[in-house]
Nanobody, 118 residues
Framework: QVHLVESGGGLVQAGGSLRLSCAAS????????MGWYRQAPGKQHELVASLTSDGSTYYADSVTGRFTISGDFAKTTVYLQMNNLKPEDTAVYYC????????????WGQGTQVTVSS
């Protein structure tokens, strides 16, 4: 059974920074990609950043230039450095392994709340 544990969220003022961490356990086999999603109240999960095993990255337009994803797939960990945070970044952030179709593979973990005050 796969467990995804996110941490590092919190309350920060606009312009501030946070670093999120994700530890995944129970994943068998090699990982193709991992990603960070967020879900704002009343909205669906949104993929904000992903990292593939060959080092390729994807960022949603809304976070490009402000967020940086990194990770160590051998340790099944992934991080999200978030700089210059904006109130619209407020959401619960989740990590997940991605399928080759960029869909989340496993059930969601508990997520970590990020709240950005103006």
């Amino acid at each position: 059974q796969v467990h995804l544990v996110e941490s590092g969220g919190g309350l920060v003022q606009a312009g501030g920074s946070l670093r999120l961490s994700c530890a995944a356990s129970g994943i068998l086999g090699s990982i193709y990609a991992m990603g960070w999603y967020r879900q704002a109240p009343g909205k669906q999960h949104e993929l904000v950043a992903s990292l593939t095993s060959d080092g390729s990255t994807y960022y949603a337009d809304s976070v490009t230039g402000r967020f940086t994803i990194s990770g160590d797939f051998a340790k099944t960990t992934v991080y999200l450095q978030m700089n210059n945070l904006k109130p619209e970044d407020t959401a619960v952030y989740y990590c997940n392994e991605l399928t080759r179709g960029n869909s989340p593979w496993y059930a969601w973990g508990q997520g970590t709340q990020v709240t950005v005050s103006s």
